[in-house]
């Protein structure tokens, strides 16, 4: 059974960065398309951000393109959410999703994902 972990959530500035990581008890995130979705209280869980299973090819949503940046490190072993100029609706709780031989378009979903984190909270202070 792969477990996720995200970790780097925390309180952050309008207008402030913030990097969130996922890594894998797997040992490495190779073969796997990854995603980034948040969940803000009452509301649905969203698509932020994925990652094809090469690593490659990467699709964000409209609210945070431009702004977030999602990449896995040399090792595969992190997927990284770098977030920047970071505004009051992106406070939310950040899920990190898996699947094997998942391209990024596929991510997008929340049913692609086969395995699921814990969550790390991210708040936004105006």
């Known amino acids: 059974q792969v477990q996720l972990v995200e970790s780097g959530g925390g309180l952050v500035q309008a207008g402030g960065s913030l990097r969130l990581s996922c890594t894998t008890s797997?040992?490495?995130?190779?073969?796997?398309?990854t995603a980034w979705f948040r969940q803000a209280p009452g509301k649905e869980r969203r698509f932020v951000s994925a990652?094809?299973?090469?690593?490659?090819?990467?699709r964000y949503a409209d609210s945070v393109r431009g702004r977030f940046t999602i990449s896995r490190d040399s090792a595969n072993n992190t997927v990284y959410l770098q977030m920047t100029n970071v505004v009051p609706e992106d406070a939310a709780v950040y899920y990190c999703?898996?699947?094997?031989?998942?391209?990024?378009?596929?991510?997008?979903?929340?049913?692609?994902?086969?395995?699921w984190g814990q969550g790390t909270q991210v708040t936004v202070s105006s």
């Open positions: 797997g040992g490495t995130f190779r073969g796997y398309g």
């Open positions: 990652l094809g299973w090469n690593g490659r090819t990467a």
């Open positions: 999703a898996a699947r094997q031989w998942a391209d990024a378009m596929l991510m997008m979903r929340v049913s692609a994902g086969n395995y």
